[in-house]
């Protein structure tokens, strides 16, 4: 079946490093896509999202880049802290038009 | 001022059990879901209900029920609990319309079973 998945499950990286976390998706219909990060005990966040119409979309020190040539998405953290430690979600609009189907997930540790 | 939230936090429970788990959202959406977390971190769908009607039924076992009493609530009824149950669940909520998919999540509600 479809699938949205993530290249790498674990992602180290120094204070004030960018960091770039991938996702690669499946279903070519996919015309939404939004990137979530959740803290340990805590629910998902929503951080931002993209339309299949934009190849790239910023936000505060993020960015969401979507290259629907190979159907791969990232996340681009500028200058990441300690509070960027979490684990980062990509999600795509489901086929129903109301549900979200996650990838699964990537671990971000900042390290000072 | 929770936004959505999920109760209990945590639940402890026995085998063959049955539990309820609640959640509520003040956000004035009209899409409400369940979402289960599993050990390695993986959200999958379950239910979703718009403006008290299901609307998304998964591939869960009949042992999972939910109900919508309003808009503002959707809670999860589990029959005779099994050991594969324990996970996380998540509830979230999200306005249908431009952007559907933008949710807002509870902190979840972390289930074990026994």
């Known amino acids: ?112 | 001022d929770t936004a959505v939230s999920q109760t209990p936090k945590y639940l402890v429970t026995q085998m063959g059990n049955d539990k309820s788990i609640k959640c509520e959202q003040n956000l004035g959406h009209d899409t409400m879901y369940w979402y289960k977390q599993d050990s390695k971190k993986f959200l999958k769908i379950m239910f979703s209900y718009n403006n008290k009607e299901l609307i998304i039924n998964e591939t869960v076992p009949n042992r999972f029920s939910p109900k919508s009493p309003d808009k503002a609530h959707l809670n999860l009824h589990i029959n005779s609990l099994e050991l594969g149950d324990s996970a996380v669940y998540f509830c979230a909520s999200s306005q249908s319309g431009n952007i559907p998919a933008r949710y807002t999540f509870g902190s979840g509600t972390r289930l074990t079973v026994v």
């Open chain 1, 1 to 112: 079946g479809e699938s949205v998945g993530l290249h790498l499950p674990t992602l180290s990286v120094q204070e004030g490093d960018n960091s770039i976390i991938n996702c690669a998706y499946s279903n070519s219909a996919s015309d939404y896509f939004i990137w979530y990060k959740q803290e340990s005990g805590k629910g998902p966040q929503f951080i931002i999202d993209i339309r299949s119409n934009m190849d790239k979309r910023q936000g505060q020190r993020v960015t969401v880049l979507l290259n629907k040539t190979v159907k791969h998405l990232s996340l681009q953290i500028a200058a990441t802290q300690p509070g960027d430690s979490a684990v980062y979600f990509c999600a795509e609009k489901g086929d129903s038009g109301y549900a979200l189907n996650f990838g699964k997930g990537t671990s971000l540790l900042v390290t000072p």
